[in-house]
C-alpha cells in the first residue's frame, strides 16, 4: 500500500463497530496520576459514547465504540451522571470522547452549561481534541468551569513523511500554533506521541523519532506527554503490517523511550500500558516491567531495570 491513504481506505478494512447506546459511557476508571503540581491526584476517567470522529487517522481504533449519527442533546450530561454516580470522589476528572470534545456533533454545545455543571466539584478537568478544532468555543466552555482545564492533543510523530500518512491532516505547525494558542489562554495541554507509528519500521529509528516527537511538543509548551504504543486490531493496520509497512514496537523499545524521555525533566511522562501484553515474548518479566512502568508513571522517576535473560 504505497499510495496515500484516503478516508476510504481506512474504512473499507474495518471491521464492525461495537454496540453502544447514546446515554450510556461506555467505560469509566476511578485512578491515580500525577498532576501539573507534581502531586499525586485521584482521577475520574468517563469514555464518552459519542457521535464518530470525523478524522480517520491510519491506526486509530477509537469509532468502535462510537455513534454514527450526530450525539443527541442532553445525551452527555446523562453519560456523566451515570459515571459520576458509579464512580468514588475525585480531585481530577477527564473525559474522553473517541475523537475531539468541541467537535459539536460529538458534543452538542448546548450541553456546555450542563457538562460543566456536572463538573462542578472537580479541581482540574481534562478533555481531548484535535489541533484543528479550535475556536472561542473553548475559553467559553473554560470558563464555564469551577476548576483548572487541559486539552490532551495527538502530535502523534513529528517525523516529516510519516505524519502526512497518518491522515490525520496535521502538520507540526498545526501543532505548535493550537498549543501556543491553548496555552495563551491558560489552557494546559497534553500530547499523544506514537511509538512505532505506521510507515516507520526501522526500530532505532523508530525510538529516536518518538524522543524527537516528545522534544518537541514540551518545545511547544505541554506539560504532559503520553507515549502510546502503536496496535495493530482496527483492519488496516494488519493490512499494513502484512506489506512490512508497519512493525509493533518491542516492550524494551517503551522502557527506553519511557526512561530517556522521563529524563529530559521537561515535564510529565506517561506510557500507555494498555493492552501491553501484546509487545511481550516473555511471560517470566512482563508482569515486573509492566509494574516498573506503572510505577514510573506515578514517580516520574527512572527506575532500575527488570533482569531477564530474555531478548525482549
Ligand atoms: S483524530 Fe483522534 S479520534 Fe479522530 S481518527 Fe484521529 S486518532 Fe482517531
Ligand atoms: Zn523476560
Redesign the pocket.
Known sequence: MKHTITNNAVESYRPSKVGVDPMRPYLWLHEEEVQGDGLLKSVNTIFLTNRE?P???V??D??RHTLDEPTPKGAIPAQIEYALERLPKADVVKLYN???FFDGKAIPRSDYEAIAKLLNGFEHVIVEN?PKLIGNFIPGFRDMLAGSFEIAM?LETIHPEALPKLN?QITTKNFKEATDYLVSENIDVRAFILLNPPFLTDPRENIEWCLKSVEFAFDCGVSACSIIPTRDGNGIMEKLRDEGEYIPPALSALEEVFDRAVNLKKGRVFADLWDLEKFSDCKICFEARKERMQRMNLEQVVLPDVECGCAN
Open positions: 470522529c478524522f480517520k487517522c491506526m486509530c477509537l469509532w473517541s475523537g475531539n484535535h495527538g490525520k
